[in-house]
């Protein structure tokens, strides 16, 4: 079954370690294989700079990575760079979809310029914050009472007049809600249900409903501390639970997948990296239908994208 998957960090890694490459390495989640072996379809690229990295040195950070996606992941004759998203209908057997994103708007500090040059570079999806304060607002690890600071209007008018779809994860609670009534285009990429696993990083099962009155999707993500908060081997059942969750607040066709490969060090047993994506599928049929599993799995993201009409 094709997957699309809206976010990896393997850029971060590609870009950071220069003798790594998309094709052929056993230290990537996310390599040209592991997605071939996971019928992953479309992948989400997502820039990320770590937030040790001085913020004079961010933004030349974020370039790296876009370098990196040229010239490592479009380099593979099967990857095909999607400036436009109509492009996703468009691909052939064989050929994956990559597209660019952005976690967090921190290397452009308050400079608008540097974002328009990430937008022309083919970033379609961007979040307004990582885990931390920026120009912009305060991520998820900060005061949930904060809301967005006035740079954050012209941020967002500008990735709504460019119809760039703009990210909920990482976001903190009041900066969410300052967002929702902003933003032409929203969607979470990596956030489980709080309800479930109470993390700041999970979405409350209002922060679900509300994303979705206001056109919005989640995509749940894989990574074991925002499954379950006992410490013992998290599996693929403790993630449908999410899933199932997720499905009875707001249907399957606001579901999606985010798995955050290469972002993170530990993993869901039997979805260790992007090569066992069907594990989840197939799993994922003990309680829904293929057609159910197919709309989470590539369909609605396709349908969300036709319905508000954004190239
Ligand atoms: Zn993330």
Redesign the pocket.
């Known amino acids: 079954m094709e997957i699309i998957d809206l976010?990896c960090?393997v850029l971060e890694k590609l870009s950071r370690l220069e003798d790594v490459q998309f094709r052929n390495d056993s230290r990537l989640h996310a390599s040209l294989e592991n997605l071939q072996r996971g019928n992953v379809k479309v992948q989400i690229f997502?820039i990320?700079i770590e937030p040790h990295i001085p913020q004079e040195q961010k933004f030349t950070e974020a370039l790296r990575q876009v370098e990196a996606f040229q010239t490592k992941v479009l380099n593979e004759p099967e990857m095909v760079h999607i400036t436009n998203w109509k492009q996703l209908n468009e691909l052939q057997d064989g050929q994956i979809g990559a597209v660019l994103s952005l976690?967090?708007c921190d290397c452009i500090g308050d400079d608008l310029y540097k974002l328009k040059l990430l937008l022309d570079a083919g970033v379609k999806l961007v979040?307004l914050t990582?885990?931390y304060e920026n120009a912009v607002g305060y991520g998820a690890s900060e005061s949930p009472d904060k809301g967005l600071k006035p740079f954050a209007k012209q941020v967002i008018e500008l990735l709504n007049e460019h119809d760039v779809i703009i990210d909920v994860?990482?976001l903190n609670k009041q900066g969410f809600d300052d967002l929702l009534p902003l933003a032409k285009h929203l969607i979470a990429?990596?956030c489980n249900a709080r309800a479930l696993c109470d993390h700041p990083?999970n979405l409350s099962d209002d922060q679900i409903k509300q994303l979705v009155q206001h056109g919005g999707r989640i995509h749940v993500?894989f990574?074991p501390p925002f499954v379950k908060k006992s410490k013992e081997v998290t599996t693929i059942d403790d993630l449908i639970k999410h899933i199932t969750h997720i499905a009875a607040l707001v249907g399957v066709e606001r579901i999606g997948f985010g798995s955050?490969f290469d972002?993170i060090d530990l993993t869901v047993e039997q979805l260790t990296n992007a090569s066992e994506y069907q594990n989840i599928t197939s799993a994922l049929s003990k309680t829904f239908t293929q057609s159910e599993i197919e709309t989470m799995a590539s369909k609605g993201f396709l349908k969300y994208l036709s319905e508000i009409g954004i190239r």
């Open positions: 976010h960090d997502a990320f976690e967090g979040g990582w885990n994860a990482h990429s990596h990083r993500v990574y955050d972002g």
